[in-house]
């Protein structure tokens, strides 16, 4: 399994960000696995961020509800992360993982199955 995650490195304050996680080796829709986005600010631990179920199914962190959404276009094995209203606070590596649902929200690296690369993604004017 190999996830890899695509999308602009700058974004301004105040706009949104989108990301898409592009999964090949399995099918998004297997059962039992869960699709997430965890970050990492510098100098920071990882932070989970939310996920999309094989069901289509959506879990956020409560920190960000207000702000995430989490999609899926199955015809392409991808799930896409948009984060609205950003602030540098928002400044950060972003991961896409998948698990089963036991360690869905972990912020330990080990719990989750397959990583993608990151993507550094700065918001700054």
């Known amino acids: 399994v190999q996830l890899q995650e695509s999308g602009p490195g700058l974004v301004k304050p105040s706009q949104t960000l989108s990301l898409t996680c592009t999964v090949s080796?399995?099918?998004?829709?297997?059962?039992?696995?869960?699709w997430n986005w965890i970050r990492q600010p510098p100098g920071k631990g990882l932070e989970w961020m939310g996920a999309v179920a094989y069901s289509g199914s959506n879990f956020y962190s409560p920190s960000l509800k207000s702000r995430i959404s989490i999609s899926r276009d199955t015809s392409k094995n991808q799930f896409i992360l948009q984060l609205s209203s950003v602030t540098p606070e928002d400044t950060a590596v972003y991961y896409c993982?998948?698990?089963?649902?036991?360690?869905?929200?972990?912020?330990?690296?080990?719990?989750?199955?397959?990583w993608g690369p990151g993507i550094q993604v700065t918001v700054s004017s």
């Open positions: 080796g399995t099918s998004i829709t297997t059962d039992y696995y869960y």
């Open positions: 993982a998948t698990s089963t649902w036991a360690s869905v929200a972990s912020p330990n690296r080990w719990q989750y199955d397959y």
